[in-house]
């Protein structure tokens, strides 16, 4: 059975925060997952999330999911969260 971490509530690298907004258990259907808000020196400017294991969801549209709010695009945001979350998705 999976187990969340705390320790990958908030992560904290550099200028980059990712703070958690939620996390799921899993079911029958639906895999676990975290998610986090992205925060770059205090300003929230997107969202990231992982989901953990594999099912027809991940094959067609993968583990890592993420936004970048419009105004923050082009600062390679979300390259440098995907970097910061795979020491979770390796865990």
């Known amino acids: 059975m999976f187990e969340f971490k ?26 676990p997952f975290y998610y986090w808000g992205i925060y770059v020196n205090g300003v929230y400017v997107g969202k990231i999330s992982l989901r953990i294991g594999y099912n027809f969801h991940t094959k067609y549209n993968g583990n890592i999911g993420y936004e970048i709010f419009s105004e923050y695009r082009g600062n390679h945001f979300a390259l440098t969260a995907c970097l910061i979350i795979l020491k979770v998705a390796l865990a």
């Open 6 to 31: 705390k320790e990958f509530d908030l992560i904290e690298q550099d200028n980059m925060t990712l703070k958690i907004i939620e996390k799921y258990e899993g079911d029958d259907t639906v895999l």
